[in-house]
């Protein structure tokens, strides 16, 4: 597994952005897929997550009814929509696979991390 995460940017509050996680080696379809984040001075923290099969959805309660995750078979992709961005979403956004199957919040069930992609959120 060799993730990628791309799609980061700049928006104003109210905005949308959406993001990707690609395994480059396309060997990650039966892993756990998550959405992590890490604000300055803060502690990186989980935000969605999904099973194998795209079930089974995830969310922090702050961006619940905000973002959805969701994975595309086609594209071999993770997606994070995320919608009505705030502030405080700011922060560098990383994705990760699970060492099994499963969708957790758990930062140490993840095994494999990608490069973080910047998302800023002006006011």
């Known amino acids: 597994v060799q993730l990628q995460a791309f799609g980061g940017g700049l928006v104003q509050a109210g905005g949308s952005l959406r993001l990707s996680c690609a395994d480059s080696?396309?060997?990650?379809?039966?892993?756990?897929v998550g959405w992590f984040r890490q604000a300055p001075g803060k502690e990186r923290e989980f935000v969605a997550a999904?099973?194998?099969?795209?079930?089974?959805?995830k969310y922090l309660d702050s961006v619940k009814g905000r973002f959805t995750i969701a994975r595309d078979r086609a594209k071999n992709t993770v997606d994070l929509q995320m919608s009505s961005l705030k502030p405080e979403d700011t922060a560098v956004y990383y994705c990760?696979?699970?060492?099994?199957?499963?969708?957790?919040?758990?930062?140490?069930?993840?095994?494999?991390w990608g490069q973080g992609t910047q998302v800023t959120v002006s006011s």
């Open positions: 999904v099973n194998w099969n795209g079930g089974y959805p």
């Open positions: 990760a696979a699970s060492r099994n199957s499963v969708a957790s919040s758990l930062r140490e069930n993840y095994h494999y």
């Open positions: 080696r396309r060997t990650f379809s039966n892993n756990g």
